[in-house]
């Protein structure tokens, strides 16, 4: 009788798995990474048409600045690895590591896309690419190695402080607050510091600027919806963390904020196709525990958030021009699902449970915090140095012109 090699086949199956993880987190970035054309369609289908090729260039510009960025400073910060040794080093495991650099960049590199919509139409092109090299590279990696790696600061290791004190540390599993919350308020102080479009506040009234495509609004809307679900289910990085229960929770909630962003908005389009996005973004932090219901009602209130809070920045606080609600839809609604994973991620509405309210709190104020503590320092150093701002003859003829020298279509 033959003897079976035990041992040959347990080598076989770890080969295979490892090989099966590196396909499944792999599939996760490119869908995440299709998400970048989502923050860019988006972005142009509100823009005016001045402005339109400016906003595709600012975003391809900005993840390839923000790979390099993460690449040498980020992504040692965060997880204190690099990728300074040889390559057959870096193929370990079917280049899994690798491949899981690759996916946490395109969240990372998703901070600068949130800003862009935020300080469209009049800012800079290479000081706003020098400010998004800066956050990905040091902002953004430091809160990320303070939540998803539990790093320590002068020996003080916030994770483990919140588990001792409230019984659990705080719950973000797929970036409410570590991505869309931060990129929000990272995008607050762009927003503060840069000031209104010129035309937009006169004689004490809002003028406002209409959407210049609305299909392609839709389109950005739309993609983002799709590689979502990239973003969230493949947050579990291994083929056996891999949850139906996230993928339902994402959809009830980008079901709940757009159904609610409808009713609110009273059918404006482009409430309704954020709506969504402002669901998905606060389900993101606690997708893994909720219950399906439950995020309902998380991307409902999300939805309604977006809604109020644009409107009444818009019409309040003009001076305070995010062109595409990028504080409210990420920032607001960020926190509000980093809080709200704590409410019901809880047994009692429903939930798995081990998550601490206290602790979505304190965890969701520590991100706004570092947000936009580096936020200013970021861009303010640069307004002081070199501006971030178009002047006004610039801004006027838009950024297409002058910062690129073609406008998007031609009158031919």
Not at 69 to 96: C, K, P, R
Not at 167 to 173: E, I, S
Not at 304 to 312: D, E, H, I, N
């Amino acid at each position: 009788m033959e003897t079976i090699d035990v041992s040959s086949i347990n080598s076989a199956v770890e080969t295979l798995m490892q090989s099966a993880n590196t396909l499944f987190i792999l599939i996760g970035a490119v869908m995440v990474l299709a998400m970048h054309a989502g923050f860019a369609f988006l972005e142009v289908g509100t823009v005016r048409h001045k402005n339109q090729v400016n906003a595709l260039v600012k975003i391809i510009t900005d993840f390839a600045v923000s790979t390099l960025a993460y690449f040498f400073i980020g992504y040692q910060i965060a997880y204190g690895v690099n990728f300074f040794s040889g390559a057959d080093q870096l193929i370990a495991n079917n280049g899994y590591y690798l491949v899981k650099f690759f996916f946490l960049l395109t969240f990372a590199a998703a901070i600068p896309a949130i800003v862009s919509g935020g300080i469209a139409e009049r800012a800079k092109f290479y000081p706003i690419l020098l400010a998004s090299a800066l956050t990905v590279a040091f902002v953004y990696p430091f809160f990320e190695g303070l939540i998803w790696n539990g790093n320590s600061v002068f020996g003080f290791a916030f994770q483990s402080w919140l588990e001792n004190s409230f019984g659990a540390g705080f719950h973000d599993f797929a970036g409410s607050v570590v991505v869309h919350g931060v990129g929000g308020w990272i995008a607050f102080s762009a927003v503060y510091l840069l000031g209104s479009r010129k035309g937009r506040y006169r004689d004490g009234r809002v003028v406002a600027f209409a959407p210049s495509n609305i299909p392609f609004l839709a389109l950005g809307a739309w993609v983002l919806v799709v590689g979502w679900f990239g973003f969230n289910v493949m947050s579990a990085q291994t083929l056996d963390g891999i949850s139906g229960l996230v993928a339902v929770n994402s959809l009830m909630a980008m079901v709940g904020g757009t159904i609610v962003a409808m009713l609110v908005g009273k059918n404006d389009p482009g409430f309704i196709h954020n709506g969504p996005l402002a669901g998905l973004v606060a389900v993101c932090a606690g997708s893994d525990i909720m219950h399906p219901l439950g995020s309902l009602i998380v991307g409902g209130v999300a939805g309604a958030l977006f809604v109020f809070v644009f409107t009444l920045a818009q019409n309040r606080f003009p001076r305070f021009d995010d062109v595409l609600g990028v504080w409210p839809l990420h920032g607001l609604c960020g926190a509000w699902g980093g809080i709200a994973a704590g409410i019901f991620g809880a047994e009692a509405l429903g939930g798995l449970g081990g998550v601490s309210l206290m602790s979505q709190i304190l965890g969701t104020l520590a991100g706004i915090l570092v947000a936009l503590i580096g936020g200013f320092i970021v861009y303010g150093l640069i307004k002081a140095i070199s501006g971030i701002r178009l002047d006004e003859e610039q801004e006027f003829n838009g950024a297409d012109l002058t910062i690129h020298k073609i406008v998007a279509t031609s009158e031919d």
